[in-house]
């Protein structure tokens, strides 16, 4: 946030920090008739004739439960804190990358991995397959973590990973450490049993997600541009196995994300003479500004195109001496666009709607909503990471969703156009809220899961081609 008008002394006067509406919506989704589908959802491809490849099953005993819950925890307790663009923990960072190659020493030796470095803190793995002709996907994480301090109201101490009733407690344990380290753990037990994919495949682990992914992400995209790669899917972060959070949906649904909203965020500023507080004008600049938010967060006729699109004031300034109104009032506001809008129609709906040429409208920045990926029968990605989830939670309703909050997948759009964004962490009332909040955390049994998952999901991904759609289904 910026000090504008310092040379006016300017301090904070008002600091309205309403960002909790956006993280409360932040996990929230839309399921497109979710009812409707639940019906043909677990049937089609799953009753097919599917090639069998999962030669290799995952039993987990008793050394390798320790082994894989010390490594998670040693995970979760180094802070790779992502506080702004400009300031991540690099210490944090280099620690994280040293434990990695001493976590899985069989992935980083393995003649059929080739790793390096990206952006100095990222890691893109290629994993070789031993048919060049079937497209290699990727699977996507991110390391680093939103900060977090136990003065929050955290049970724990949030980079502690402390186990409490059967669960593991930190920032990162669902965003998105779980996902980092399931891959990893999934690929180093593979690799260990003598695994050999067909298809190749990569994974890509970005350090600077939670603040824009550009050192990251988007020097892994291109890097593979680069080597003129196309990918068949990418899978990331985003969706999860929900249970009891949308009302009338009956048990649990995996949602796979197959797009996401885009994200504007807009600084409203209104500059205007300053004056003393005991000779008031009839209008200041902080209630020009006030009037203008109000009337964006107003559900009036003119903004009902809003409704899908989230609106949440994240930073509300004006500085002066208490007895000093302030010439200049700034607000930021962050929207969440909705996949049937533009990040045009959203400005042109803002100037719109504030109506105001004392009020200036400036984008800090944005883009638009991803596009949506498939998933019908024919969906290859999508297919895949429904039959893993079937195989392993055969009551699940299996359904496409758009994601509210923004992933590193973003920037992989040029490389493929079937972009999924889901993991197998199970959310139950109450969960959302963690994400980003106090008290993050997974079950034990849940982040087996996440092994489970990904070891199950890469050996699936071995078939040629996706069976013909049974014809009973309709039958139905
Ligand atoms: C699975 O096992 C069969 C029989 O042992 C073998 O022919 C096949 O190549 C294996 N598939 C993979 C993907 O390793
Ligand atoms: C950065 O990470 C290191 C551990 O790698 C930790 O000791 C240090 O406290 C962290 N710094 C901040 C500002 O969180
Ligand atoms: C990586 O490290 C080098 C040398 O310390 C530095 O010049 C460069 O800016 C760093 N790159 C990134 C993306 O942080
Ligand atoms: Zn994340």
Redesign the pocket.
């Known amino acids: 946030m910026t000090d504008s008008g310092s040379k006016l002394k300017i301090w904070k006067f008002l600091k309205i920090i309403l960002s909790s509406l956006l993280i409360t919506v932040l996990l929230l989704f839309t399921v497109a008739s979710i009812r409707t589908l639940s019906l043909d959802v677990n049937v089609g491809l799953q009753l097919a004739h599917w090639e069998k490849t999962n030669n290799i099953s995952l039993v987990i005993d008793h050394h390798q439960r320790e082994e894989l819950l010390a490594n998670f925890k040693e995970a979760i307790r180094?802070?790779?804190?992502s506080?702004s663009e400009t300031e991540i923990?690099?210490?944090?960072?280099?620690?994280?990358d040293r434990f990695l190659r001493k976590a899985f020493p069989t992935v980083f030796s393995s003649s059929l991995v080739h790793h390096e470095l990206v952006g100095n803190y990222s890691h893109l793995f290629r994993v070789q397959g031993s048919q060049p002709d079937l497209v290699p996907y990727l699977l996507l994480a991110h390391i680093d973590v939103v900060?977090a301090t136990e003065s929050d109201g955290w049970e724990a101490p949030p980079f502690s990973a402390k186990e409490m009733d059967g669960f593991i407690y930190g920032r990162g344990t669902i965003d998105d450490k779980g996902s980092v380290m399931g891959i990893l753990q999934a690929l180093e037990y593979l690799l260990i049993k003598g695994y050999a994919p067909r298809r190749g495949f990569y994974i890509g682990l970005g350090h600077d997600e939670e603040v824009s992914g550009l050192n990251g992400a988007k020097n892994i995209v291109r890097i593979l541009k680069q080597n003129g790669v196309q990918l068949a899917f990418v899978l990331d972060e985003g969706l999860a196995v929900i249970d009891g959070i949308i009302s009338g949906l009956d048990g649990p649904a995996a949602l796979i994300g197959v797009s996401e909203k885009g994200s504007a965020t807009v600084k409203l500023t209104v500059s205007m003479l300053p004056g003393h507080a005991s000779m008031p004008p009839r209008e200041t600049s902080i209630g020009i500004l006030a009037a203008a938010v109000k009337r964006l967060l107003e559900r009036q006729e003119n903004t009902n195109a809003f409704v899908r699109t989230t609106t949440a004031v994240t930073m509300f300034n004006a500085g002066v001496k208490v007895n000093v109104i302030p010439s200049l009032a700034e607000a930021h506001v962050n929207l969440r666009i909705h996949s049937a809008q533009s990040l045009q129609e959203v400005l042109d709906l803002i100037h719109a709607t504030v109506a105001d040429q004392r009020v200036k409208i400036e984008l800090v920045e944005g883009f638009d909503p991803l596009p949506v990926s498939s998933a019908d029968e024919k969906s290859f990605g999508y297919q895949i990471i429904k039959k893993t989830v079937l195989d392993m939670f055969p009551t699940v309703t299996v359904a496409p969703g758009i994601c509210v909050g923004n992933t590193d997948s973003r920037h992989f759009k040029d490389l493929t156009s079937n972009i999924y964004r889901f993991a197998p962490a199970w959310f139950k009332p109450g969960d959302p809220q963690r994400f980003h909040g106090i008290n993050e955390r997974i079950s034990k049994k849940n982040y087996e899961e996440f092994v489970v998952f990904f070891f199950n999901l890469i050996q699936n991904c071995d078939i040629q081609k996706l069976p013909e759609p049974h014809s009973s289904v309709h039958e139905l």
């Open positions: 180094i802070p790779t804190v506080f923990n690099t210490t944090a960072l280099l620690e994280f900060p």
